[in-house]
């Protein structure tokens, strides 16, 4: 059962191929109709459901809804194609078995993404959180140090938000925070991974980018969030700006957690020559970074 609760689909199925419909509304069964199990054929009654589609009526179905802790999250199926007599009763009750700690797993295992879910999810954005891009930098500069692939690291930092949180209020700052998320997510797609990391602060990770691709990408950035126009409650937030600053692997040989530093000291500098503008930077010196436009 989806969360939506308007649709049900097949999850796993095993013996022969299944024979009916893979995907279906609830109220294409009669087991979820009714709130407990049915059989297509009984003594007293042939009423197959219409998920069951157009099997014969010689063939029995077994509809059984998986149940726990008082939901419903989907249906147990059977399918007894060479059946010409009823079902046994110990059949009905492994059946009923199976069904009962089939739903119990499902449940857990839905609760367990849940909650993994907001484990990793920043609250207001939606966006990963910082707990999530520690994990997946590990895994995406690991991947990138053994191909010696590249992977580009992003800081990004909103310009002057404290100054536009005391102008315009929390709300409005809030506001800003999820068209923030929100634009990032449409630039980035799918050449990486966007976090929010904390306050105003977003990070990105991007495997195959080398450091044209991700200067481009980063005034791309830029030249949106400048051209971004937001208002909250009829009033106008003004322009809005971004620093970037960026650090790419292997043109950097240094660990995942030293380009992170080398990214954000590259972001002081963009914020230090003016904001609104991005540094890249793939270079240690031997007292600071070398670092360029």
């Not at 580009?152 to 002057?160: A, N, T, Y």
């Amino acid at each position: 059962m989806r969360e939506s609760r308007n649709l049900l689909e097949v999850e796993i199925d095993w013996g022969e191929v299944w024979p009916a419909a893979t995907a279906f509304p609830p109220n294409d069964c009669w087991a979820l109709r009714k709130g407990k199990f049915h059989l297509s054929r009984e003594r007293n009654h042939n009423l197959s459901c219409t998920h069951m589609g157009e099997l014969s009526t010689e063939h029995t179905t077994m509809c059984i809804p998986l149940i726990a802790h008082g939901n419903t999250v989907g249906v147990f199926h059977l399918y007894f194609a060479d059946c010409e007599t009823d079902i046994s009763i110990e059949t009905r009750d492994l059946a009923f078995t199976l069904a009962e700690h089939l739903g119990l797993a499902l449940a857990n295992l839905r609760l367990q993404e849940k909650l993994r879910s907001q484990a990793m999810r920043d609250p207001l954005t939606g966006l990963y959180n910082r707990r999530y891009f520690e994990e997946r930098l590990d895994r995406e500069w690991f991947i990138a140090s053994q191909k010696q692939s590249y992977l580009s690291m992003f800081m990004l930092d909103l310009d002057h938000f404290k100054r536009f949180n005391d102008n315009f209020g929390h709300d409005a700052g809030d506001y800003v925070l999820k068209e923030m998320g929100s634009l990032l997510n449409t630039v980035i797609k799918e050449r990486g991974t966007v976090c929010r990391i904390g306050g105003e602060e977003f990070a990105v990770i991007c495997p195959n980018l080398d450091e044209q691709q991700s200067i481009c990408l980063a005034e791309d950035i830029i030249e949106l969030v400048r051209e971004l126009h937001l208002d909250i409650r009829g009033i106008s937030l003004g322009q809005l700006g971004i620093s970037v600053g960026i650090a790419t692997f292997p043109d950097a040989e240094v660990s995942g957690q030293e380009l992170v530093k080398l990214a954000d000291n590259a972001l002081y500098e963009a914020k230090d020559r003016g904001r609104g503008q991005a540094v890249h930077t793939n270079k240690i010196a031997k007292k600071g970074i070398d670092s360029s436009v």
